[in-house]
């Protein structure tokens, strides 16, 4: 029995069938493999900006100013661009097709920044690379989404999240490792071999895609390692409670006149800039500004941040997928990154502080695949409406989720956190802050809307049972007044 409570406790809930036991262990080796595989080389390859900034690229192209600000400003532009096309893409091209395809283009344009001589030439492929790379994160979460039950999605989804931060890990490791043997190599720095790698390590994995990668359950999926009796289980296993619609215009009055669409994006918005700290490096570049810390030392150092938000994300997806509550996941990151700003915002704190306030700032990373979760079990109910908030493959109104953060994205850095305000970001600790409490307040909103429409439901179907019993109980009347007569 106590097996049985930490099995369910760490893996979710436990198989009722054989079947189903067989089903969850090929879902997890071939489908969650890829979407864990493709992630981190997602992140690796956007990652990588980051540490070749602070490990030569920024002399060798003459940055200056607010130029590295910029790379990321542009690459998420060409995001923001690339997640409409690609969701139309994926309408017409599977999934299994598409993304592996996405990832051969930006592990191309990986090889390509090995190249440039400027800074200039940097901007176009990073745009290009943010429209290839548009097409993984939302997608992977709907294909989660299709294939397992809300008790096993929050592992799931924080085991995809961590790969991500485990590229964004590996890639200040890789970097500093690269700089210290590979510096100069055949005339070229260190920084560039950064990029070469990178794209030999993407390429390989996409590969492995195009063999393993699934559509969803309701489709005809062709893959080799599910039967026939999967297949048709994998459908009926998440369709008992599922409300399916023909596709129509009372598509957009539904997703339109709820609250989930409008409630989950707002929520992704504003929680998403909790983790400023780590896609800005900001303690990669206080490191390098304050100029007592080698190169090596300035890659390895913020990794610490990253490894802290892999530990927050793999421990409360395990607790919030046991106990269904999302929310106090999100209260626990802002307590944790309101903390770290205040210790950073007090700049006459010793350096150990600032150090453990940048680790502590991890924990932002936690909120991610929580969200994506929540947002799951929200629209669970209705397949399409889940497919317009979580930027399906199917819908026509094919807005992301994402969409609205990095919409933000495009800006916030620029304002909050410009590298020339290093190595205090003064301003940003004071953003971080404020951004807190609206995640907080966004997040009880939430909470109680969501409460709401199961209350309603619970209400509506005590209705439609006492309907069923006064029906059932009428023709016994009826033969009680006949024989009375």
């Given at each position: 029995m106590?097996?049985?409570f930490?099995?369910e406790?760490?893996?979710?809930?436990?198989?009722?069938?054989?079947l189903?036991?067989r089903?969850?262990?090929?879902?997890?080796?071939?489908?969650?493999?890829?979407c864990c595989?493709m992630y981190?080389?997602?992140?690796l390859d956007?990652?990588?900006?980051?540490n070749?900034?602070?490990?030569?690229?920024k002399?060798?192209l003459?940055?200056?100013?607010n130029d590295?600000n910029?790379?990321?400003t542009i690459?998420t532009?060409?995001?923001?661009v690339?997640m409409?096309p690609?969701?139309?893409?994926?309408?017409?091209?599977?999934?299994?097709?598409?993304?592996?395809?996405?990832?051969?283009?930006?592990?191309?344009?990986?090889f390509?920044?090995s190249?440039?001589?400027n800074?200039?030439q940097?901007?176009?492929i990073?745009f290009?690379?943010?429209i290839?790379?548009?097409?993984?994160f939302?997608?992977?979460?709907?294909?989660?989404?299709?294939w397992?039950?809300?008790?096993?999605?929050g592992k799931?989804?924080?085991?995809?999240?961590?790969?991500g931060?485990?590229?964004?890990?590996f890639?200040?490791?890789?970097q500093?490792?690269v700089?210290?043997?590979?510096?100069?190599?055949?005339g070229?720095?260190?920084w560039?071999?950064l990029?070469?790698?990178?794209g030999i390590?993407?390429?390989?994995?996409?590969?492995?895609?195009?063999?393993?990668f699934?559509?969803?359950?309701?489709?005809?999926?062709?893959?080799f390692y599910?039967n026939e009796e999967?297949?048709?289980?994998s459908?009926?296993?998440?369709?008992?409670d599922?409300?399916h619609?023909?596709l129509?215009?009372n598509?957009?009055?539904?997703?339109?006149?709820?609250?989930r669409?409008?409630?989950?994006?707002?929520l992704?918005?504003v929680?998403?800039?909790?983790?400023?700290?780590?896609?800005n490096?900001?303690m990669?570049?206080?490191?390098s500004?304050?100029?007592?810390y080698?190169?090596?030392?300035?890659?390895?150092?913020?990794?610490?941040?990253t490894?802290?938000?892999?530990?927050?994300?793999?421990?409360?997806a395990?607790?919030?997928?046991y106990?269904r509550?999302?929310?106090?996941v999100l209260?626990?990151?802002?307590f944790c990154c309101t903390v770290a700003?205040?210790c950073?915002?007090?700049w006459?704190s010793p350096?150990g502080?600032k150090f453990?306030?940048?680790?502590l700032?991890?924990?932002?990373?936690?909120?991610q695949?929580?969200?994506?979760?929540?947002?799951?079990q929200i629209?669970?109910d209705?397949?399409?409406?889940?497919?317009?908030?979580?930027?399906s493959?199917?819908?026509l109104?094919?807005?992301?989720i994402s969409?609205?953060?990095?919409?933000v994205?495009a800006w916030?850095?620029?304002l909050?956190?410009?590298?020339?305000d290093?190595?205090?970001f003064?301003?940003g600790?004071?953003?971080m802050i404020?951004?807190c409490?609206a995640?907080?307040?966004?997040?009880?909103?939430?909470w109680?809307?969501?409460?709401r429409d199961?209350?309603?439901a619970a209400r509506?179907a005590?209705?439609h049972?006492e309907?069923?019993?006064?029906?059932?109980?009428?023709p016994?009347?009826?033969?009680?007044?006949?024989?009375?007569?």
């Open positions: 106590r097996w049985q930490v099995r406790f760490l893996w979710g809930e436990i198989p009722s069938s054989k189903e036991r089903l969850l262990f090929k879902l997890d080796w071939f489908i969650l493999s890829y595989l981190f080389t997602n992140y956007r990652a990588n900006v980051n070749a900034y602070v490990s030569g690229m002399e060798d003459n940055m200056q100013g590295f910029k790379i990321n690459f532009c060409g995001y923001i690339g409409i690609n969701n139309l893409m994926l309408q017409v091209v599977p999934p299994r097709l598409w993304f592996p395809l996405m990832q051969i283009v930006w592990g191309v344009l990986t390509c920044s190249s440039v001589h800074v200039q940097l901007y176009a990073r290009f690379q943010g290839s790379e548009a097409s993984t939302v997608g992977t979460h709907y294909i989660l989404g299709s397992y039950k809300p008790g096993e999605l799931r989804s924080g085991i995809f999240t961590s790969s931060l485990a590229g964004t890990l890639s200040g490791v890789l500093a490792a700089y210290q043997h590979l510096q100069g190599v055949s070229r720095s260190g560039r071999w990029f070469i790698i990178d390590i993407t390429l390989p994995i996409a590969f492995y895609g195009f063999l393993v699934p559509d969803v359950p309701s489709s005809t999926t062709k893959v599910l999967e297949r048709a289980f459908q009926d296993r998440l369709d008992s599922v409300v619609h023909s129509s215009w598509l957009a009055k539904r997703v339109l006149t709820r609250w669409w409008y409630g989950c994006s707002l992704f918005a929680s998403g800039e909790t983790e400023s700290f780590g896609s490096n900001l990669g570049q206080w490191l500004a304050i100029g007592s080698t190169v090596e030392q300035v890659d390895y150092y913020p990794s610490g941040v490894a802290f938000g892999i530990a927050s994300t793999l421990v409360c395990t607790w919030t997928d106990t509550a999302r929310w106090p209260v626990y990151m802002c700003a205040i950073i915002l007090v006459s350096t502080l453990f306030a940048y680790y700032a991890g924990a932002a990373y936690s909120g695949a929580t969200t994506f979760a929540w947002a799951n629209c669970a209705d397949y399409q409406e889940r497919a317009i908030v979580l930027a493959m199917k819908a109104l094919s807005w992301k969409m609205w953060n990095n919409a994205n916030w850095p620029l909050f956190y410009p590298a020339t290093a190595p205090r003064k301003k600790m004071i953003a404020c951004t409490a995640t907080l307040g966004v997040t009880w909103l939430v109680y809307l969501e409460r199961k209350r309603l509506e005590m209705m049972g309907q069923l019993r006064e029906q059932s109980a009428s016994v009347e009826q033969d009680k007044e006949i024989k009375s007569d």
